[in-house]
């Protein structure tokens, strides 16, 4: 059964520490992303990999920093420089960069307090 | 400089009823479209891609019309699961690898 996961569904930290999102595919996708949605806003894009080993800033990266070592994987560190990090995060992936067609995984719902 | 609006609604419509919304781009070198649905509290899952003038799925239309830039979905025969937001979505200014830009959401409300 091809997919993205994420885990956590639901992760809380303490103010001031790091935290890293996990996201995984099996669709054999070169391209993946990360986004963000705060309530009643739209996505804002934070990271994207076109290909292993690369990776570009997207809109709002201050405070983020991602990895692409694997095709499959492209955690996301939320690190203790991002002011606001509490929001929904989604991972994403399309065949290859560009526009086309994207698949989510569930999301991941983050809460610092 | 917005590069996909729609309005938020919320569209409050009547079961069986046949709804439509609009959604502009700015990007007029554009070739391919997409509307997703997100359902409260999840994530977005794709509805159509729209690559030419429109494209039909059963009871949803998505129809693109290039000379005013905007794309509009029809949903016919509405029923209560189809009450969802609707998202937008078209290709990044400058046709970029970084790959699409979301629109808001359109707010759709079912009533029985």
């Known amino acids: 059964d091809g997919g993205i996961t994420q885990s956590p569904k639901y992760l809380f930290r303490k103010e001031g520490q790091n935290v890293t999102l996990s996201c995984e595919q099996n669709l054999n996708h070169d391209a993946m992303y990360w986004y963000r949605q705060d309530p009643g806003q739209g996505l804002r894009l934070i990271y994207y990999s076109q290909i292993v080993n690369d990776f570009q800033k997207g809109d709002i990266a201050e405070g983020y920093s991602v990895s692409r070592e694997k095709k499959e994987s492209f955690p996301l560190t939320v690190t203790s420089a991002q002011k606001n990090p509490t929001a929904f995060y989604l991972c994403a992936s399309s065949i290859v960069a560009g526009g086309y067609e994207q698949y989510f995984g569930p999301g991941t719902r983050l809460t610092v307090t | 400089r917005k590069e996909v609006e729609q309005d938020p609604g919320p569209f409050n419509v009547p079961e069986g009823a046949t709804v439509a919304f609009n959604c502009t781009y700015s990007?007029?070198?554009?070739?391919?479209f997409f509307w997703y649905r997100q359902d409260c509290r999840k994530e977005p899952k794709l509805l159509m891609s729209v690559y030419s003038s429109g494209n039909e799925d059963g009871r949803f239309t998505a129809q693109l019309n290039r000379a005013s830039q905007y794309i509009s979905l029809l949903i016919r025969d509405s029923k209560l699961s189809d009450s969802a937001t609707y998202l937008c979505v078209a290709p990044q200014m400058g046709g970029g690898a970084d790959g699409l830009t979301f629109g808001k959401g359109t707010h759709l409300i079912i009533q029985p």
């Open positions: 990007n007029s070198a554009s070739q391919s």
